[in-house]
C-alpha cells in the first residue's frame, strides 16, 4: 500500500509554464473587470452618504426653523446672504441641533451648497 502511494506521488509532474500563465491571465482579466467595478461602487456609496447626510441637515434645519421661530434665518446667520452650507451646518452644531460627527465635507467628489432662496443646504455632484 505505501508503495502504491510513493509511485503515485513519483509519477505527478508540476504546473507547466504554459498552465501558470493561462491561470495568470484568467486572474489578469478577472481584476481588469472586477477592481472599476468596485470603485464605482466605492464612489456611488459616497454620493448617497452625502445625499443622506444632507437630508440630515436639512431636518435639523427645518428643526431649527419651527423650534426657534427663525423662518429667514436671520437668528442663526449673521449674513444670510453671504452664508455658506459650512456657515450653516457649524451653527446649526453650536445650537445642538446637529451633532458634532456631522461634517460640511462631502465624501464624494461632489459638494455641498447653500440654496439662499430656498433656504436649505443642496448636493452638488462633482466630476
Known amino acids: 500500500m505505501?508503495?502504491?502511494?510513493?509511485?503515485?506521488?513519483?509519477?505527478?509532474r508540476g504546473f507547466t509554464l504554459v498552465?501558470?500563465?493561462?491561470?495568470?491571465?484568467?486572474?489578469?482579466?478577472?481584476?481588469?473587470?472586477?477592481?472599476?467595478?468596485?470603485?464605482?461602487?466605492?464612489?456611488?456609496?459616497?454620493?448617497?452618504?452625502?445625499?443622506?447626510?444632507?437630508?440630515?441637515?436639512?431636518?435639523?434645519?427645518?428643526?431649527?426653523?419651527?423650534?426657534?421661530?427663525d423662518e429667514d434665518l436671520s437668528k442663526l446667520l449673521n449674513d444670510v446672504e453671504n452664508s455658506t452650507a459650512a456657515d450653516v451646518i457649524n451653527k446649526l452644531i453650536e445650537e445642538g441641533y446637529l451633532e458634532d460627527d456631522v461634517s460640511d465635507e462631502t465624501q464624494s467628489k461632489g459638494d455641498f451648497e447653500f440654496n439662499k432662496q430656498e433656504l436649505k443646504i443642496e448636493y452638488k455632484e462633482g466630476q
Open 19 to 69: 498552465e501558470l500563465i493561462v491561470v495568470l491571465a484568467v486572474l489578469g482579466i478577472i481584476g481588469a473587470i472586477a477592481v472599476p467595478r468596485f470603485t464605482g461602487i466605492q464612489e456611488d456609496a459616497r454620493v448617497k452618504a452625502d445625499k443622506a447626510s444632507v437630508d440630515i441637515i436639512n431636518k435639523a434645519l427645518e428643526l431649527y426653523k419651527i423650534q426657534e421661530n
Open 2 to 12: 505505501i508503495k502504491a502511494i510513493a509511485k503515485g506521488l513519483k509519477n505527478n
